[in-house]
């Protein structure tokens, strides 16, 4: 998982894969079949059990607000974490990769447009709830949250402190009704 999220996907190599996990590259393949597969499982590891694991999260939330600033707040300390790359996986993967892994490209454009659909779902059912204001854009808020994820993401790769990713999660929360 480390080494994908610090070189990307197409970047890391499968002798980088062997010698992070301590195996031999005819293990990784008895194991896992190939390279995609095992990125998937490092991706579902990333995010703590799989892009179901997030929108759980999304549903356990109070409420949309509550969701949204969580996944911001939890962005900022992951992306900033001492013993990690920064930024995000789900992000930056496969930022630069060829036509050749485009389907993994657009498996990962699938995870993120599911969470940020998911969280537009919650805010739907917060405005009708009486939650949130009648005219509340949920679209435009989702879009948001999931702009703001990518862009803290970028500051975070770019050196940004978890202190200035946590004050860009503050200033955009503060744009919720």
């Not at 892994?101 to 498996?107: F, K």
């Not at 699938?110 to 509340?136: C, F, H, M, N, Y």
């Amino acid at each position: 998982m480390l080494a994908f999220w610090a070189h990307g996907y197409e970047t890391t190599s499968i002798a980088e894969l062997t010698r992070a996990m301590g195996i031999t590259a005819p293990s990784l393949y008895t194991a896992f079949g190939d390279k995609r597969t095992l990125f998937f499982e490092a991706l579902d590891r990333y995010l703590g059990g799989g892009p179901e694991a997030v929108t759980r999260a999304i549903d356990a939330a109070p409420g949309a607000r509550d969701a949204a600033r969580d996944m911001l707040e939890h962005s900022a300390v992951l992306f900033t974490g001492r013993e990690t790359p920064r930024g995000c996986l789900l992000a930056t993967a496969t930022a630069s990769c060829s036509a050749a892994s485009a389907d993994v490209q657009e498996a990962l454009a699938s995870i993120r447009l599911e969470i940020e659909a998911r969280l537009r779902t919650r805010i739907e059912q917060d405005v009708v709830a009486g939650v949130l204001p009648q005219k509340t854009d949920a679209v435009a808020l989702a879009g948001l949250t999931a702009a703001t994820v990518q862009g803290l993401s970028s500051l975070a790769r770019d050196g940004a402190s978890r202190a200035k990713l946590l004050g860009v999660v503050s200033a955009a929360m503060s744009t919720w009704p």
